[in-house]
């Protein structure tokens, strides 16, 4: 199976809050794992990737969590800010030279301030 | 370039004409995809390229797309017989095949079918 299954499809959180949102992926042929932030009217950049061999990685405001046995990924956002308002997808892939990443259907995430 | 590249940015056409989609990759990178974005939604692939060929086009909507990539660098999308379910968001990225798996993606080329 080829899918990823992200939710919520929308969040609302205050200034300071934190946010999730979570993954579930099916193929565990799956070995890499990249979150996305798009902002209207641009294309996504990549906010932040993990890989399984790793249960946790953190950069900044910005922490993926990685469960490997329940085939599910979350990415928090601590602290949030208005800034941070925008739509997050999460992606699955292979490492060794893939051919197509595999997208959530996105989280739209508006901060209040 | 720096980064990747689409032209045009905005693009309004009559339903019924062809259109065309230019996308400029990241110099260096072998590797490069069409995804589609419709309105709210998430992002739907297109095809692939690994150097000059399609290994993948399994995304393509229609016989009205095509693409193709000429010298391992920039690719064509092309729409024939635009309808106005065409009108969406088609965003280009590119990647390092090989050795890299990050995927980076241009601002995307906004259709409008009228």
């Known amino acids: 199976q080829q899918q990823v299954k992200q939710s919520p499809q929308s969040l609302i959180v205050q200034k300071g809050g934190i946010s999730i949102i979570n993954c579930a992926y099916e193929n565990t042929a799956f070995d890499y794992f990249p979150w996305y932030q798009q902002f209207p009217g641009k294309g996504p950049a990549l906010l932040i990737a993990?890989?399984?061999?790793?249960s946790e990685k953190k950069e900044g405001r910005f922490t993926i969590s990685f469960n490997k046995s329940a085939k599910q990924f979350s990415l928090h956002i601590m602290d949030s800010q208005p800034g941070d308002s925008a739509t997050y997808f999460c992606a699955a892939g292979t490492a060794s030279g893939t051919y197509k990443y595999i997208f959530g259907t996105g989280t739209r995430l508006k901060v209040l301030a | 370039g720096a980064g990747v590249s689409q032209s045009p940015s905005n693009k309004v056409t009559e339903k019924g004409k062809d259109v065309e989609l230019r996308c400029d990759p990241i110099s260096g990178h072998t590797a490069l995809y069409w995804y589609r974005q419709s309105l709210g939604q998430g992002l739907e692939f297109l095809i692939y390229f690994q150097g000059n060929s399609a290994p993948d086009k399994s995304g393509l909507p229609s016989d009205r797309f095509s693409a193709e990539r000429t010298g391992g660098s920039v690719s064509t999308l092309t729409i024939q017989r635009t309808q106005q379910e065409d009108s969406a968001v088609y965003l280009c990225a590119s990647s390092l095949a090989v050795s890299g798996n990050t995927i980076y993606f241009g601002e995307g080329s906004w259709l409008t079918v009228v």
């Open positions: 993990i890989r399984p061999d790793v």
